[in-house]
């Protein structure tokens, strides 16, 4: 069974830095497309950064460009977004979730596999 597990959440300052991760059980994170996505309250679920399986193309939602940085260890089955300079607007749950294809999208629907979760909470 495909199984995610996120970490690294928490409360932060604005401005502060903090680096979720996302690793794999059960299969082998590389033969994935892998979204970052969050969902705050009272709000839809939004795609936030994406690293394709194959070339680690990279895409991010414009509110988190410059800011935010995924990358992948495929020898610890592990993706990261380090996030920086984080704004009280980036507060959210956030997930990761796994899709098959070798193009990134920010749409959850095309994403099969997700993780429970991961509380960020940015406040001063």
């Known amino acids: 069974q495909l199984q995610l597990v996120e970490s690294g959440g928490g409360s932060v300052q604005p401005g502060g830095s903090l680096r979720l991760s996302c690793t794999a059980s059960?299969?082998?994170?590389?033969?994935?497309?892998i979204g970052w996505f969050r969902q705050a309250p009272g709000k839809e679920r939004e795609g936030v950064s994406c690293?394709?399986?194959?070339?680690?193309?990279?895409n991010y939602v414009d509110s988190v460009k410059g800011r935010f940085t995924i990358s992948r260890d495929n020898a610890k089955n592990t993706v990261y977004v380090q996030m920086s300079s984080l704004k009280p607007e980036d507060t959210a749950v956030y997930f990761c979730?796994?899709?098959?294809?070798?193009?990134?999208?920010?749409?959850?629907?095309?994403?099969?596999?997700w993780g429970q979760g991961t509380q960020v909470t940015v406040s001063s």
């Open positions: 690293i394709r399986r194959t070339g680690g193309r990279t």
């Open positions: 979730a796994a899709r098959t294809g070798y193009t990134c999208s920010d749409v959850p629907l095309d994403f099969g596999s």
């Open positions: 059960g299969f082998t994170l590389a033969y994935y497309t």
